[in-house]
């Protein structure tokens, strides 16, 4: 089984305000951990179902979250 997972980090539980997500605002850097810790979360439940192959895409911007 394939998994793609887009992940944008305004989804993510710790984001509540858009000025959050901009890398250059001083408490991003704890929601972009946040986003990865939750995409890897995410790969593992994939794995432990099944899953062969993972692709992941950070939709956020620039894509460096």
């Not at 887009?6 to 929601?31: K, L, Q």
């Not at 990865?36 to 099944?50: D, F, Q, S």
């Amino acid at each position: 089984m394939k998994i793609f997972i887009n992940a944008d980090i305004e989804g993510v539980t710790t984001t509540t305000r858009w000025e959050e997500t901009g890398s250059n605002n001083a408490s991003y850097f704890p929601h972009a951990m946040q986003m990865t810790n939750e995409v890897l979360a995410a790969c593992e439940g994939a794995l432990a179902a099944g899953a062969t192959e993972i692709v992941v895409k950070d939709a956020h911007g620039s894509a460096c979250s």
